[in-house]
T-cell receptor, first 114, second 113 residues
């Protein structure tokens, strides 16, 4: 079966522009996570969706970051007014519900803000 | 605040050697610990998940151990192969009964043919 997919695979944008990153989780996975991987900070948790519950946004670095998950499936991470420090690889993962469930990661979107 | 560190940051070994990667965490109240592998330009692949009640998990040539009281985990790779070259990351849940993960700093492994 298909794994987690993300698009675009690479994105170059100018400082101040908005970007949208997309994640298609594995079918049937109710949990979805966004992480960011940058040279200076390593891999950081951003936001977590579980079923119909309100998302856990505790990892978002600023109010320029937001995410949606429509119909319990596809998720979009939006970064408004991008800054150079937003340059990173944005990784999405999905899993079945439950703390002991393995997370399956997508290939990531490499974002470069010029 | 939970912090996860990995030693060494980088490791180069000749093919066939057995090796150990180390992971330490500051808060021992964890539900589980996971080891992941990341190939260049790719996402993460889960290798092993050890629950807090377990001390070891094995998968093929990989063996992961967990010592909660000392805040340590090791990943043992037997008979290393060039295909094992990758970055290895350990991760623990980010506080309480949650699957949000805090990742270690990673170990970049190179297995020389």
């Amino acid at each position: 079966g298909a794994g987690v997919s993300q698009s675009p695979s690479n994105k170059v944008t100018e400082k101040g522009k908005d970007v949208e990153l997309r994640c298609d989780p594995i079918s049937g996975h109710t949990a979805l996570y966004w992480y960011r991987q940058s040279l200076g900070q390593g891999l950081e948790f951003l936001i977590y969706f579980q079923g119909n519950s309100a998302p856990d946004k505790s990892g978002l670095p600023s109010d320029r970051f937001s995410a949606e998950r429509t119909g319990g499936s596809v998720s979009t991470l939006t970064i408004q007014r991008t800054q150079q420090e937003d340059s990173a690889v944005y990784l999405c993962a999905s899993s079945l519900a439950g703390i002991q469930e393995t997370q399956y990661f997508g290939p990531g979107t490499r974002l470069l803000v010029l | 605040k939970q912090e996860v560190t990995q030693i060494p940051a980088a490791l180069s070994v000749p093919e066939g050697e057995n090796l150990v990667l180390n992971c330490s965490f500051t808060d021992s109240a964890i539900y589980n610990l996971q080891w992941f592998r990341q190939d260049p330009g790719k996402g993460l692949t889960s290798l092993l998940l050890i629950q807090s009640s377990q001390r070891e998990q094995t998968s093929g040539r990989l063996n992961a151990s967990l010592d909660k009281s000392s805040g340590r985990s090791t990943l043992y790779i037997a008979a290393s192969q060039p295909g094992d070259s990758a970055t290895y990351l350990c991760a623990v849940p980010r506080g309480g009964a949650t699957n949000k993960l805090i990742f270690g700093t990673g170990t970049l492994l190179a297995v020389q043919p």
